[in-house]
């Protein structure tokens, strides 16, 4: 019985372990249409996006359900704990990433009313970096890798300074261009909707270390002291 119990218990934190993959593939996705809808000035991108958001809602109910029944019902310790508590951070970070790229393509939309195709180079820039931060969060909770996770969480500064600089050009622009305020403002929405993102993805990494390593680094990275 002992054995059994084992054999489901591990088979739980299997399922658990790829429904979140599973969770944070789509969202990972909904970023890259977003941003590609961005890019390609397309409605119809951005449209999907707000489309797709109900299936990463629905995962974080139902990963939240599937997690609570295993601490109620094996009341795991040690490792096992941690995986679980990581698992319901986690699932929350990732869905608030759906809402972000939901976000974006409502900006997206707005911008595609105004008649230019420019596109920031700071902007890719900044979401080439949120992209890899997101995949190599998502990466280290696959492989357990603390060691890419802190990665990860040193690579935040860089995401916070582009944004600093897009947002600062979008306004400088917004206050010689009155006429087209509306564009720039979107932009720089989508610019910090990104810096976000990237929030989210370190925070995913934070919770890998907890995960692996049993130590909490949230707030003792070296950031800024209040």
Known sequence: ?????????????????ERLLAMG????????????ALRRRSDELADEVIRCDAAIDRDEVEIDELAF???????????DLRFVMTALKIVTDVERIGDLAVN?????RELNRHPTEEV??????LAALVMAALRGALDAFVHGDADAAERVI????????????????????????????????????????????GDHSTNIAEMVIYSVRGRDVRHHHGGEQE
């Open 1 to 17: 019985m002992s054995v059994h119990t084992s054999k489901e218990f591990e088979r739980e934190l299997r399922t658990l372990r």
């Open 25 to 36: 593939g789509r969202a990972e996705q909904q970023i890259q249409r977003a941003i590609d």
């Open 69 to 79: 029944l295993v601490l109620a019902r094996r009341q795991p310790v040690a490792s």
């Open 104 to 108: 974006i393509a409502k900006r997206v």
């Open 120 to 125: 920031y180079g700071l902007m890719e820039q």
């Open 154 to 197: 040193a690579g935040d500064p860089e995401i916070d300074v582009l944004n600093t600089d897009v947002i600062r050009a979008a306004l400088g622009a917004a206050s010689r261009e009155a006429h087209e305020v509306g564009r720039w403002l979107a932009l720089s929405s989508i610019s910090r909707y990104l810096e976000r993102i």
